[in-house]
């Protein structure tokens, strides 16, 4: 845990490779050449653009279906502008006591690099430092999902652009709510009644629960009012302002949260210790049929590492909310370095890897959410339910940067706290304290 002070609040950030990000990698089958780490490069005479990224640049052989999508784009940028694309590599052995989100900042500040992929906290401390350019005008910005400019908009300019948009859910055992008479829950009262039923029947702890996303069922109470018929922006800046408090938004989530708690729906102490996907009444005990219900993204029901071939019908739905059933969304950012000496070049570079051209390829071939509202891809049986409420433009974001308190690293820390047995208040008081309010 890290306290910086920033925007006139203090801050507390979760600075590691978040679990939301993007940089997850799906491993596709098959057999291949071993995988050789490209990040160091000779760039050819001519124009160079230095990336920085958490993913090594691996040859495409290597079958690894993330980092294949983003080096693919790359290697379309690199063919249509002439200019090289030199890669650079977060590993934990070269930066031991540093995290990710750390070093990215430390390079931004000392122009060490020209573009990078970013989670939303560095999007949020960078961008209103003017460390960050302004990518509003691209053409490649010009298709945008509105979710996505809601979301990387600081200060009226647009700093960042994701390849892809992470979209949260409950993944549901349905042959088990078949069997226990239970149809999808739309509202808290619903989904209580669901773990109820489930619970009466021999599940002893209907939710499967890790430590890193839980908060997804606050955020759906939390914000649900506001992006989807509230005033985001007048919210917004109420909020920045010091106007309102993110504790009103998030006391309702937190009490349905303590209320699962309280019921023996989840578990708090093995959630405290679960690794997403991992751990009792998580990923295995859900495959395995002793777990109805897990919370994971999008991607989970796309690979057979995670929850792609259940040996059940499987439904993924958004969280339980007043407004229905409710996605959460966020998404890391390819963004520029404002005062880079080859920002012309790196601003070409960027317009074609995140062109319509460029994020259709990216998202079949990691068969993700497109950030472009013009390219959608067919997702699996099991995620339309969800898929149709976020084309119905309907959702929570869990990452907005034009927020100055940062959402996702310091809710999860918050909700850690609820869970090693802190109250709902004092999670509360935490959140003012973030705010700079008391």
């Keep these: ?129 003017g460390l960050l350019a302004d990518l509003s005008d691209l053409p490649c910005a010009q298709n945008l999902r509105e979710v996505v400019l809601a979301a990387n908009t600081i200060d009226g300019q647009l700093v960042a652009i994701p390849q892809e948009v992470v979209a949260y859910g409950l993944f549901v055992n349905k042959d088990i709510f078949s069997a226990c008479g239970l149809e999808m829950p739309n509202t808290p009262d619903e989904f209580l009644e669901c773990c109820r039923v489930l619970k009466a029947n021999g599940y002893d702890t209907p939710i499967g629960a890790n430590r890193w996303w839980l908060e997804t069922f606050v955020f759906a109470q939390a914000y649900a009012d506001m992006y989807n018929g509230g005033d985001v922006q007048a919210e917004i800046t109420a909020l920045n302002a010091g106007e309102a408090r993110y504790s009103d938004y998030m006391r309702p989530g937190f009490e349905f949260l303590q209320r699962l708690i309280d019921e023996g729906y989840v578990d708090a102490d093995n959630a405290l210790q679960s690794e997403a996907l991992e751990g009792a009444g998580e990923g295995p005990d859900f495959m395995a049929g002793k777990t109805p219900i897990v919370m994971a993204y999008w991607g989970a029901a796309n690979t057979d590492t995670a929850y792609g071939n259940p040996p059940f019908a499987m439904e993924v739905i958004g969280f339980p909310s007043e407004k229905g059933q409710m996605p959460v969304l966020s998404m890391t950012g390819c963004a520029a370095v404002a005062g880079s000496e080859h920002l012309d070049d790196t601003l070409a570079v960027m317009n074609v890897m995140l062109s319509e051209e460029a994020l259709k390829l990216y998202s079949e071939t990691n068969r993700v959410i497109s950030p472009s509202k013009n390219v959608s891809v067919e997702c699996v049986d099991a995620l339309k339910p969800l898929n149709e409420r976020i084309e119905e433009n309907v959702y929570v974001l869990a990452s907005n940067a034009g927020m100055n308190v940062e959402q996702w690293g310091n809710l999860c820390l918050i909700v850690r706290d609820l869970l090693g047995g802190a109250t709902v208040d004092e999670c509360m008081a935490e959140l003012d304290e973030l705010q700079g309010l008391n």
Excluded: W
Aim: contains cysteine; aromatic residues 6%.
């Design 1 to 129: 845990m890290v306290k910086d002070k920033s925007h006139g609040c203090t801050r507390r950030v979760l600075l590691a490779a978040l679990a939301c990000t993007t940089v997850v990698p799906l491993t596709a089958c098959g057999k291949s050449e071993p995988a050789t780490n490209l990040a160091v490069q000779d760039a050819e005479p001519g124009a160079v653009v230095n990336f920085f990224s958490p993913m090594e640049k691996r040859n495409v052989d290597a079958k690894n279906t993330a980092r294949t999508a983003s080096d693919l784009t790359i290697a379309m940028a690199e063919e249509q502008t002439g200019a090289t694309v030199a890669y650079h590599t977060y590993t934990a052995e070269t930066y031991k006591d540093k995290t990710y989100d750390e070093v990215c900042l430390e390079r931004i500040r000392h122009g060490k690099d020209d573009m990078f992929l970013l989670n939303t906290d560095v999007i949020i401390e960078a961008g209103s430092a």
